[in-house]
């Protein structure tokens, strides 16, 4: 099963503090101890980021009753999933991760420094989702080359894509332990910080919307334009 090698991502304090529902103005100002802190944790963290990306290229055979099927078996159902890609011409199953060694020392630094630890959480939080925009990015631009265009990313959990239903079939579809990745019964994905989702490509995609508009949080998010993805 093909995986993107060479995937860059860079993050910084703000990607951080944001990944730990932290307002990094308002810690400038009220305690920028925190910012020192997030710092170290990013000179310790980031070295430890394992980015891997796993997808699977399907063509759809048909599309019926809200599911999609694909022409080697398969298929993906729910509401989001055909508003979006019942146009596309190819669909991308897409499982990120940044495997687990941020992760382990995580926990171990909890145990001696639990606001460094904590911060390392925050670093493997931001650098999966840089890694997952810089897999959007990948693939707008394979469109573009092909005069087409992208949808948003589309991941288990978005409104009308509920996580049972969405985990269990992405997951039917790729090899996920090639990356290191397992799906537990209760649909959590290990390593944590891994990212599941799915994109279209096609000539009459016409993208609607956000990802952050199909989410269920968006009326609470204070973030929300901090991660619109690069796909238009």
Known sequence: ??????????????????????????????????????KKALQLGFPLLEPKVLYEKLKTESIKHETLRFENGGSLSGSLIAQHLAPAEEIFIILCTVGLSLEERSVEMVKTDPVVGFALEGVGSAGVEALANAVCYHFEKLAEEKGWHA?????????????????????????????????????????????????????????????CDYCSMKETCRYQEHYVPSIK
Do not use: C
Request: hydrophobic share 35%; proline share 8%; no cysteine.
């Open 151 to 211: 949808t948003i990313p589309l991941s288990p959990g978005m409104v009308g894509w509920p996580v049972e239903k969405g985990q269990t079939e992405i997951f039917s579809l790729l090899d996920a332990e090639e990356i290191g990745v397992t799906l537990t019964p209760s649909y959590l994905m290990l390593p944590r910080k891994s990212l599941s989702m799915v994109i279209g490509i096609g000539e009459n995609i016409h993208t609607e919307g956000t990802t």
């Open 1 to 38: 099963m093909p995986q993107l090698k060479d995937i860059e991502i860079n993050i910084g304090v703000d990607q951080v503090l944001r990944a730990q529902e932290a307002n990094p103005e308002t810690i400038r100002t009220r305690n920028p101890r925190l910012i020192d802190v997030t």
